[in-house]
């Protein structure tokens, strides 16, 4: 069965970091593109960073030179820094798991970052 299962939310000030982790089960993780979205209240979900399974990574601008995507192939975990955070950084963060061939794309249970002074 394949299963996301995220981790590292939490609460933190303006200026400080988190990272954010997501662990595939169950698949050939070099054949799944992971992407890290978000949704603040009230606001539509976004597409924050992507990264293949060649490397290649992709940000969207609010959170480029401070967010950084990176994967461990080994451990099937994805991982999101997130440094310099702002209180307009506050969402719900969401993995997603998108495969490369086939029309499947898998979500995570979704884990709360709060930014706030």
């Known amino acids: 069965q394949v299963q996301l299962v995220e981790s590292g939310g939490g609460s933190v000030q303006p200026g400080e970091s988190l990272r954010l982790s997501c662990t595939i089960s169950?698949?050939?993780?070099s054949m799944w593109t992971m992407k890290w979205h978000r949704q603040a209240p009230g606001k539509q979900r976004e597409?924050?960073?992507?990264?293949?399974?060649?490397?290649?990574?992709n940000y969207t601008d609010s959170v480029k030179g401070r967010f950084t995507i990176s994967r461990d192939d080994a451990k099937k975990t994805v991982f999101l820094q997130m440094n310099s955070l702002k209180p307009e950084d506050t969402a719900v963060y969401y993995c997603?798991?998108?495969?490369?061939?086939?029309?499947?794309?898998?979500w995570g249970q979704g884990t709360q970052v709060t930014v706030s002074s």
């Open positions: 597409l924050v960073a992507a990264i293949t399974g060649g490397g290649s990574t």
């Open positions: 169950g698949v050939i993780f």
């Open positions: 997603n798991a998108g495969h490369v061939r086939l029309p499947v794309n898998l």
